[in-house]
Each structure stands twice: as structure tokens, then as C-alpha cells.
């Protein structure tokens, strides 16, 4: 069986999805053709940021995450909509004709935005191929966002987006709810660590209170600005900062001459080895980081407010809802709410709820995958009109 998942370069939790079920799909030794392929590649020619700005649509939005340029992200957001009505005819030939070169039996998407056209495209090419759009965040942010009205399946990782789903009309049987975000498998791996003698090697003290700082694969400016708060405010805590592909931000903060132990490194395949040194989290409401933080018992603090992507600021709500950390109005507050975050026995009531979570989602989609292709695609049937009015955020 060729299957098929397509990603957006941007940002990093849409391939990081797609790598964790290509490795779990291989250790249920399913016998299945994964190919993961960049949809920006096959949309280059057609890229208005690239014929207006010399920089291709991935890159400029990543470039916006590190400098944390997010501020009006709404207002950009409609711009990008309305360029791929515009394009939506060039869009759908071009996908038409690389699903009638590659053939597969089942296509997956892990990004929001471009399902109508890629799911047009595989229509025109292949009527009896199931399509499934996997939601890699917490919730949709309607309209055209995630959810579109076509026939096609969801894996939805929370109440909230399955039933954002079913109110726009889809059917039950083609909504189908699993337990989260989908996380790599290291991220379930029991290993025995020498927690004390790791925190010696990097430089830090055995017993202070562990921040890890994360934000993203592309890191963002502001994550320096957290480092020198807390290293103001005399906490008595020492911080692991994770600046992904951002060489400026990890030379900026090493720079830094800090009175905390501060331990500082660029991209890196194994956070959860960084997750085991650490007692909590600091970082964006990006639900991959949130998700992987939790599933490692941290309790995670992020900051909600007007900068923060118009799709996360969900994310802050539902760290609330669940117990299992704290939201602050600005970074800029982070002192303020690592202070809170390590009095009145916050941490351990906040690591309990983080360590009641089960997430088995990475292990759940292939056999909903399987399920979807003995099933086949869903009928071309309108879906009910009623539903028209429900297409607003739930």
C-alpha cells in the first residue's frame, strides 16, 4: 500500500508528525510505501511570496516565527486565503498531474490551508483514493483553516476539533478522535538516567529548580529575553535552551553573561533526553511542544496574548482547562510565573495532572489509516446545508 503525507516546511511540528507515524508504521512492520513529500516544492512555480519577495512561502513564515514578527497574524492569514482561492486553479493541475505520475492508495494531510486544493487535485486524478487531513493542532481555526466541507476523513487529537468537524456537517464515521497530538516513539522510550551526572556534564547544579526553554524548530528572539527576565529576577533556577535551526539566537544567548547556570544548544534529535533534566517547561502554546513537555510529566508555561498565533491562543485555554500549567499575559511576565509556578506546591499538582495524560496518538492513526483504506473514499454527497451557519469558531 503507497501512502502519502503531505507537509509545509513551515514551522517544524508537520514533518515532525509525519516522521513519528512513518517510524511507528515500521515498528508494527505494516507493509506499507511511506513517501513524505513538501508540498511547497511542488507549488514553487506558483509561489507569490517568491515572485514578490525572492523568499519561498515556508521560509518567509519561519522567518516571521524567529524574529516573533506575529503581531496582525490574523490579517496576514486572510491575505494568504485569498491568494489560494486565486491560485486555486493552477494549484489543482499541478496536483492533478503528480497524483496521476505517483498513484497512491491512500494521501494524508498533516497542513491546514491547502486541503481543498490538494484533495481537488487527487479527485480529478484518482476518484477511489481515501484522503485524510491529520490535525496537528489542538483545535481548528476556522473558516478554511483545517476543516473544509468535502467529503474526505479528520483525525482529530481533541474533543474540541472532532467536534468542530461533526458541526460542520461531516458524518460521525468519518471523524475520527484519538487520544492527542502525535508525538515521535522516543518520546515513550523508559530510559534510565543518571539525572545528577547529566546536569554535572552541562554545566548545571544538581539541585536547582530546571527550566527547559523551547520554541520551535526555529527558535524566536524572544527566548532571550526569557533567559535575561529570569536571570534578573534572582530565582533560585537554572534554564536548557534549545534554539533548533537558529544559529544567531544560540551565539546570541551564549554570549550572555548570566548569574544562573544557563546551558545552551541548537537543533537537536533528542529533546526528550533534555526533557529528563528538566522540571518544567517555558515555551510558545504550539501544541507539539506543549504535547511533547507533557508526555515527559513537565509542566509547561507559555505566554497567550495579542502576538501569539491566532491558531494556538486555544492551546493557552486548554493548558488551563487541563491543570497542567500556567499562562502569563507577556513574557516579559515569565518571572512572575516561574515564581508562581514553583510555590504553594504548584509544580507537583501541575506534574501530577501532566502525568495523567495518555497520549497514545502516534500509535492509534495507522490503524485508523488501515481502517480508512477498507473503508474507501467517502461518497461525493453534499453535506447538509444547515451546517452552512455552524462554520465559526465552536
Given at each position: 500500500?503507497?501512502?502519502?503525507?503531505?507537509?509545509?516546511?513551515?514551522?517544524?511540528g508537520h514533518r515532525a508528525a509525519a516522521t513519528a507515524l512513518q517510524v511507528a508504521i515500521r515498528s508494527q512492520q505494516r507493509p506499507w510505501e511511506i513517501r513524505i513529500w513538501n508540498l511547497q516544492d511542488l507549488l514553487d512555480p506558483l509561489d507569490p511570496a517568491r515572485k514578490l519577495l525572492g523568499i519561498r512561502l515556508q521560509d518567509l513564515y519561519n522567518l516571521i516565527l524567529k524574529q516573533n514578527w506575529t503581531l496582525g497574524a490574523r490579517y496576514l492569514l486572510r491575505v494568504m486565503h485569498a491568494l489560494i482561492r486565486l491560485y486555486h486553479?493552477?494549484?489543482v493541475r499541478r496536483l492533478e498531474s503528480h497524483f496521476r505520475r505517483?498513484?497512491?492508495?491512500l494521501v494524508v494531510s498533516l497542513i491546514p490551508h491547502f486541503n481543498r486544493p490538494i484533495f481537488d487535485g487527487l479527485r480529478r486524478a484518482h476518484d477511489d483514493v481515501p484522503y485524510v487531513t491529520l490535525l496537528t493542532d489542538l483545535a481548528d481555526y476556522p473558516p478554511h483553516f483545517w476543516i473544509e466541507r468535502q467529503p474526505q476523513y479528520f483525525i482529530c487529537g481533541s474533543e474540541r476539533a472532532a467536534q468542530q468537524a461533526l458541526a460542520l456537517g461531516h458524518p460521525p464515521h468519518?471523524?475520527?478522535r484519538v487520544s492527542g497530538m502525535v508525538l515521535h516513539p522516543r518520546f515513550y522510550e523508559v530510559a534510565e538516567v543518571d539525572r545528577a551526572g547529566a546536569r554535572r556534564s552541562l554545566g548545571l547544579d544538581v539541585g536547582l529548580p530546571t527550566g527547559l526553554v523551547l520554541f520551535g524548530?526555529?527558535?524566536?528572539?524572544?527566548?532571550?529575553?526569557?533567559?535575561?527576565?529570569l536571570d534578573r529576577s534572582g530565582l533560585p533556577l537554572q534554564l536548557l535552551v534549545i534554539c533548533g535551526h537558529n544559529r544567531q539566537l544560540l551565539d546570541s544567548i551564549r554570549r550572555m553573561r548570566t548569574r544562573m547556570p544557563?546551558?545552551?544548544?541548537?537543533?537537536?534529535?533528542?529533546?526528550?533526553?533534555?526533557?529528563?533534566?528538566?522540571?518544567?517547561?517555558?515555551?510558545?502554546p504550539g501544541p507539539g511542544?506543549?504535547?511533547?513537555?507533557?508526555?515527559?510529566?513537565?509542566?509547561?508555561?507559555?505566554?497567550?496574548?495579542?502576538?501569539?498565533?491566532?491558531?494556538?491562543?486555544?492551546?493557552?485555554?486548554?493548558i488551563r482547562q487541563q491543570g497542567v500549567g500556567l499562562v502569563v499575559p507577556s513574557y516579559r511576565r515569565i518571572a512572575e510565573g516561574v515564581a508562581e509556578l514553583l510555590s504553594n506546591g504548584n509544580l507537583e499538582r501541575f506534574r501530577a495532572r501532566a502525568a495523567a495524560i495518555e497520549n497514545r496518538a502516534v500509535f492509534e492513526v495507522p490503524?485508523?489509516?488501515a481502517e480508512i483504506v477498507r473503508r474507501g473514499p467517502l461518497s461525493a454527497s453534499p453535506l447538509p446545508a444547515a451546517h452552512l451557519r455552524t462554520s465559526g469558531r465552536l
Open positions: 500500500m503507497r501512502v502519502h503525507f503531505v507537509l509545509f516546511d513551515a514551522g517544524g486553479a493552477p494549484m505517483e498513484k497512491p492508495d468519518a471523524v475520527f524548530g526555529h527558535g524566536s528572539r524572544v527566548m532571550r529575553r526569557i533567559v535575561a527576565e544557563v546551558h545552551v544548544t541548537g537543533f537537536t534529535h533528542d529533546v526528550p533526553g533534555y526533557m529528563r533534566l528538566a522540571d518544567f517547561f517555558i515555551g510558545k511542544s506543549i504535547s511533547e513537555a507533557l508526555a515527559m510529566k513537565l509542566p509547561v508555561l507559555v505566554a497567550s496574548n495579542a502576538w501569539t498565533l491566532p491558531h494556538e491562543r486555544y492551546n493557552a485555554e486548554w490503524e485508523i489509516l
